[in-house]
C-alpha cells in the first residue's frame, strides 16, 4: 500500500514520498545499484591512499570555512518522483554530501565540483591524477612518491562518477554558472564576444587547466610569483569558480590586451596585501600559463552539455558569431532557429505506432512547389524535412543555385569543413550558408521532437530547461544534427524508425546524453517480436527513461498507466535525481526480461457459450491497480508491472509482453461500425475466462505462474474491459499462440481471429 513518509537519516531525511515501501526507497537510493554512492566511494578513496602509503591532506590555500559557507548556503538537492500520474521535482535537504568532515577530502570535492562545470568525467579523472599526488597527498615516508593508477584509479573514477550523479542534481551548479556569467559580462578592456573569437575552439586545454590547479594548490608562500597570466577563457573561468569555492586567489575581471595592462597587472599582483591573481591576456608576445604541462593529454575534453531553456539553444549553438561583419552573426541565426522550432511546433500532429516503429503525424505538405534548389539542399539532412522546413527556407534561402555561395557543390564543401580546424584557420565567413541550414534544421527538429516531451505535465515550451551539447557542428561537418535529422525525416516518411531510436533521439535532444543507438544499425536491424526471457536473453533494451546531467526522462505509460501503445513514445523531463525508479550503470530506466514460469488454466471442458460479449464484472470486487517496480525477484536495476489488488501483490507482469503484444496483436475497427457482441457457434468452444480465474493460481497471494493457453484446443475470451489494470493483466498474463487484443471493436478482432489463426486455438482480450 502507497504511503507517505518523513525520517531524520539518509539521503531521503526531512521529505515524503509516495512509494510502495521505505525499505524500497532506501534499497534505491543506497543498495549496491543505489545513487547515494558519494560518501561511501570517499571512504573507499581513502583507504586505499592510506594502504599505498598516504593521506588525502588540504592546502593552506583552501579555506573550509569559506568552502562550507558557500555551500551549505546554496546546495539544493532535486528529486524526482512519480506520483500522482505526474513527474515531479521534491527538495532532498540531506541527499547532499558535498560538505564532509575531512578537510582533505573536502577540498578534493571543491575542485571536482568546479571542474564538472567544463569537463566531463573522464577529463576531470586525468586532471585529478596529476593534482592528487603532486599537491593533496601527504606521504608517510618523505622519499616515497603515489602514482593514480590501478585500483587506486579505478577507485577515483568511482568517486567522481558518483560526485559527478550528485552534482549534476544540486542547484549549487546553477549559482555557480550564474556567478561566472556575471564575472564573465563584467570583464573590461575587451568585451566577451571578442575574447571567444580569439578562443581555439579545437584546443586541447587540459595541460593549462592542470598548470593552473597546480599553482592554485600551491600554498601562497611557495609560489613563485602572485601572478598568473593565462592566454585561455577556460582557464580563467576555472580560476573563477575556485575562487568562489574558497581557494585563496582572484580571477581578474580586468583583461590584459596590451603590454602597458600586463604589466600594470603584475605590479598589481606584487602589493604584499594582494590577493594572488589570475587574468587574461588577449594578445600575443607575452609569457602565459608558466606551469602548464607539456605532455599530451589521453581525454579528449568534449564540451559539458549546459543546462538552459529551449530558447537558449541557438544562442550556445551559434556562439561564437557574435559580432560577424558579414551578418549572419549570433543574432540572425537565433531568429532563424527560433521561427524554425515555432512553424515546425506548429506542424506536429501526433505519433503513431506500428509494431514498435515510430511515425510523426504532420498537418502540412510543403515538398510539393518546393524549388529544387531548396529540395537538393535539404536532402543532405532528410528529404521528408522539406515538408516543414519549406516554408523558412524561401525566406532566408536563395532559389538560384547561381546566387553567390549557395551552389550545391560550395555549401557541401563548406559542410565538410563546419567545425573543424580548417573552417577555424581559413575563417568562418565562407561557412555562412551552412549556418542557416543548420539553423533551419536544428529549429525544425527541436520543434517536432518537443511535442513529444512534458514539463510538469505541459508539453515542451521555449521556457523548459534541457540539456544542450555545445558542440554539436563541431564533429565531422555536423554529423550528430545530419543524424537527428535522418531519424525525424524517417518518422515523417513513415512508420520506419524503432522505439528503441526513437528514445535515444529525445534523450540526445533534451537529456545531452551520448547513446549507443545508431541509425544505420537500427533501421537495418532484422524485426524481432519475441520478447526477452530467460531463452533470449539478449533482445534490444527496452527503455523507458534515462537520466543524464541532472536531468531525467521518464516514459509516459510508467507516469499514467494507458493502454495506448503510444505512451512508450511520449517522455516527462524535470530537473533532477530519479527516486521513484532504478537505473542501470549508464543511467537508464529499463524493462526487466524476468518472467514467471506458466501454468496451464482450468476450463470448461465442455463449453457452450453463444455471444461474445463483455462479461466481466469483477472490479470492484478486486480493486486492482498496476504498480512499476525494481525487479526483486531478477535484475533489481530493472523494472517491471507489479499488479496488486486492495493493495496486496497478486502477480508481476513482463513490459516487454505487454509493449509487444498491443504492438502487434492489436486489432483495429475496420468495419467503421464498431460492436462490442458477436454471436458464433456452439460448434466453436468458446471459453469465458474471468479475472478471478487468471488470479486464483497463487502462492501466499502472489500468482506464481502466468497463463500458457498455447496449447490449449479450444477458443478463448478474457475480459479485462473493467480498467486499464485489468487490461494490462489480461495482456501480459496469458501466454497464447495467437492473440488479438480488441481495442476498438470484438467484431474485428474475432473476424480477425478466424481469418488469420487455426480456427482450434484463438485468444481473444477485450481491452479498457
Not at 545513487?35 to 591512499?49: D, I, P
Not at 557541401?412 to 577555424?424: A, I, N, P
Not at 497463487?698 to 497463463?707: E, H, P
Request: charged fraction near 20%; hydrophobic fraction near 40%; glycine fraction near 6%.
Amino acid at each position: 500500500m502507497s504511503i507517505a513518509f518523513a525520517v531524520n537519516y539518509g539521503p531521503l531525511a526531512q521529505i515524503g514520498l509516495e512509494i510502495a515501501s521505505l525499505p524500497t526507497a532506501y534499497q534505491l537510493a543506497t543498495g549496491a545499484y543505489g545513487w547515494f554512492k558519494a560518501l561511501e566511494r570517499s571512504k573507499s578513496l581513502q583507504e586505499l591512499l592510506a594502504v599505498s602509503g598516504g593521506q588525502l591532506v588540504s592546502t593552506s590555500s583552501f579555506s573550509f570555512s569559506l568552502y562550507k559557507t558557500v555551500r551549505t548556503a546554496q546546495t539544493s538537492m532535486q528529486g524526482v518522483v512519480v506520483q500522482g500520474q505526474k513527474a515531479q521535482r521534491t527538495l532532498l535537504p540531506k541527499g547532499s554530501t558535498a560538505v564532509p568532515e575531512n578537510s582533505g577530502i573536502a577540498c578534493l570535492r571543491a575542485i571536482t565540483a568546479g571542474l564538472l562545470l567544463v569537463y566531463k568525467t573522464e577529463a576531470i579523472v586525468e586532471i585529478l591524477q596529476d593534482v592528487i599526488p603532486n599537491r593533496l597527498v601527504q606521504m608517510s615516508q618523505d622519499d616515497t612518491s603515489l602514482e593514480i593508477e590501478g585500483a587506486i584509479l579505478s577507485s577515483l573514477k568511482q568517486w567522481v562518477s558518483a560526485v559527478a550523479l550528485e552534482e549534476d542534481s544540486d542547484m549549487f551548479r546553477k549559482f555557480l554558472l550564474e556567478l561566472v556569467a556575471v564575472r564573465q559580462l563584467s570583464m573590461t578592456g575587451r568585451p566577451i564576444a571578442e575574447i571567444l573569437e580569439l578562443e581555439h575552439p579545437f584546443a586541447n586545454e587540459i595541460p593549462l587547466v592542470i598548470g593552473v590547479l597546480r599553482w592554485i594548490l600551491t600554498p601562497a608562500h611557495a609560489r613563485e610569483s602572485k601572478n598568473y597570466p593565462t592566454r585561455s577563457l577556460k582557464v580563467w573561468t576555472v580560476a573563477t569558480v575556485m575562487e568562489i569555492l574558497g581557494f585563496e586567489i582572484h580571477a581578474d575581471e580586468v583583461v590584459a590586451q596590451s603590454i602597458h595592462d600586463y604589466e600594470k597587472s603584475l605590479l598589481i599582483s606584487h602589493r604584499f596585501e594582494a590577493k594572488p591573481r589570475v587574468f587574461l591576456v588577449a594578445m600575443d608576445g607575452e609569457k602565459t600559463d608558466p606551469t602548464q604541462l607539456l605532455h599530451v593529454p589521453r581525454a579528449w575534453p568534449s564540451p559539458k552539455p549546459q543546462i538552459t531553456m529551449i530558447r537558449g539553444i541557438p544562442w550556445i549553438l551559434f556562439r561564437h558569431l557574435r559580432g560577424r561583419r558579414d551578418g549572419v552573426d549570433t543574432e540572425y541565426l537565433v531568429d532563424i532557429w527560433k521561427m524554425s522550432f515555432t512553424h515546425a511546433k506548429a506542424c506536429f500532429r501526433g505519433i503513431s505506432m506500428e509494431h514498435q516503429n515510430i511515425k510523426i503525424d504532420i498537418e502540412v505538405m510543403e515538398d510539393v512547389g518546393l524549388p529544387e534548389h531548396h529540395k537538393t539542399l535539404i536532402s543532405d539532412f532528410s528529404p521528408e524535412l522539406g515538408r516543414v522546413c519549406g516554408t523558412i527556407m524561401r525566406h532566408y534561402v536563395p532559389m538560384s543555385p547561381t546566387s553567390p555561395g549557395w551552389n550545391i557543390s560550395e555549401v557541401r564543401d563548406q559542410m565538410r569543413k563546419l567545425g573543424t580546424d580548417e573552417e577555424y584557420h581559413t575563417g568562418p565567413a565562407c561557412s555562412s550558408n551552412c549556418y542557416i541550414l543548420c539553423a533551419i534544421v536544428c529549429g525544425a527538429v527541436y520543434g517536432l521532437c518537443s511535442n513529444t516531451c512534458f514539463d510538469n505535465g505541459e508539453v515542451l515550451s521555449e521556457d523548459s530547461e534541457v540539456a544542450f551539447v555545445p558542440d554539436l557542428l563541431a564533429n565531422n561537418g555536423g554529423r550528430k544534427l545530419k543524424e537527428w535529422a535522418a531519424i525525424v525525416g524517417h518518422c515523417i516518411r513513415r512508420h520506419q524508425i524503432p522505439l528503441r531510436t526513437w528514445s535515444d533521439l529525445l534523450f540526445e535532444l533534451f537529456l545531452g546524453k551520448d547513446t549507443e543507438s545508431s541509425i544505420l544499425k537500427s533501421m537495418n536491424a532484422p524485426s524481432n517480436r519475441e520478447y526477452a526471457n530467460s531463452q533470449n536473453p539478449y533482445r534490444s533494451r527496452l527503455l523507458l527513461g534515462a537520466q543524464s546531467n541532472g536531468l531525467t526522462a521518464v516514459a509516459d505509460m510508467l507516469v499514467q498507466l494507458t493502454t495506448r501503445k503510444e505512451s512508450f513514445c511520449y517522455f516527462h523531463i524535470e530537473r533532477g535525481q530519479i527516486l521513484s525508479f532504478p537505473l542501470t550503470e549508464d543511467y537508464y530506466i529499463q524493462a526487466s526480461t524476468y518472467l514467471e514460469p506458466a501454468s496451464i488454466l482450468t476450463m470448461d471442458p465442455e463449453p457452450n457459450n453463444t455471444v461474445l460479449r463483455r462479461f466481466d464484472d469483477t472490479q470492484s470486487e478486486f480493486a486492482l491497480r498496476v504498480d512499476v517496480e525494481p525487479c526483486w525477484a531478477g535484475d533489481p536495476r530493472t523494472v517491471l508491472f507489479v499488479l496488486r489488488s486492495h493493495g496486496v501483490p497478486i502477480a508481476t507482469m513482463n513490459i516487454f509482453a505487454y509493449i509487444d503484444r498491443i504492438s502487434y496483436d492489436s486489432v483495429a475497427c475496420s468495419c467503421h461500425n464498431p460492436s462490442w457482441e458477436v454471436p458464433v457457434p456452439v460448434s466453436e468452444r468458446w471459453q469465458l475466462v474471468t479475472l478471478y480465474q487468471l488470479t486464483r493460481t497463487t502462492f501466499k497471494g502472489l500468482s506464481f505462474a502466468r497463463v500458457d493457453v498455447s496449447d490449449a484446443d479450444t477458443m478463448i475470451l478474457v475480459d479485462g474491459s473493467q480498467s486499464v489494470a485489468a487490461t494490462i493483466y489480461a495482456v501480459c498474463h496469458v501466454h497464447a499462440r495467437h492473440l488479438c487484443v480488441a481495442t476498438e471493436c470484438l467484431a474485428c478482432a474475432y473476424a480477425h481471429a478466424m481469418r488469420n489463426c487455426q480456427r482450434s486455438n484463438a485468444t481473444i482480450v477485450i481491452a479498457r
